[in-house]
């Protein structure tokens, strides 16, 4: 069973930094792209950030791009948010979500329950 | 970058009822559009890839039709637990951007 759990969100301060870990099990987690996908309270969802399985292709939204990098530890399992000047439109429920086909990027087949991230003073 | 742009923003229907949700993108996409499900407080689930096929374990009542820029979800009979919100969303280029979503409730 494909499991993603999402840790690392909380409460950080405008101009502050948080790192968002993804553990995945359950398929063969070096063969997929993934991705961030994140949801602001009562609004809709908005890509941020995608990795290839081999690391060899980065992408991010531009509110995002220079202030957030994406990464994943094969080895571990595990895919990773670093968000650096993070600012009050940052807040949202982050997920974690695997692509739908090994090899390029697809659509977001699996998903995790999402870890929530409030920037405020 | 595209937008795509769903209609209507709510949708207010009964179970046993046929839903039609429409998405329309700013420029074509092709056929590499997908639809997902949200109900409160989970992740969204993928329905539908490449604009008609659905997902594994998805029901048959759910189908997806279109290509270039104007893509349409239907629902063909309502169930209870169908009442959710619906993104579209595309992958034919980066940044990859959802629609704004279209809520189907309870009449």
């Known amino acids: 069973e494909v499991q993603l759990v999402e840790s690392g969100g909380g409460l950080v301060k405008p101009g502050g930094s948080l790192r968002l870990s993804c553990a995945a099990s359950g398929f063969t987690f070096s063969s997929y792209s993934m991705n961030w996908v994140r949801q602001a309270p009562g609004k809709g969802l908005e890509w941020v950030s995608s990795i290839s399985s081999s690391i060899g292709y980065i992408y991010y939204a531009d509110s995002v791009k220079g202030r957030f990098t994406i990464s994943r530890d094969n080895a571990k399992n595990s895919l990773y948010l670093q968000m650096n000047s993070l600012r009050a439109e940052d807040t949202a429920v982050y997920y974690c979500a695997k692509d739908g086909h090994t090899g390029g990027f697809y659509y977001f087949d699996y998903w995790g329950q999402g870890t929530p991230v409030t920037v405020s003073s | 970058e595209i937008v795509l742009t769903q209609s209507p923003a709510t949708l207010s229907l009964s179970p046993g009822e046929r839903a039609t949700l429409s998405c329309r993108a700013s420029q074509s996409v092709n056929i590499y559009l997908a639809w997902y499900q949200q109900k409160p407080g989970q992740a969204p689930r993928l329905l539908i890839s490449?604009?008609?096929d659905r997902a594994t374990g998805i029901p048959a009542r759910f189908s997806g039709s279109g290509s270039g820029t104007d893509f349409t979800l239907t629902i063909s009979s309502l169930e209870p637990e169908d009442f959710a919100i619906y993104y579209c969303q595309q992958r034919i280029n980066w940044p990859l951007t959802f629609g704004q979503g279209t809520r189907l409730e309870i009449k």
């Open positions: 490449e604009a008609s």
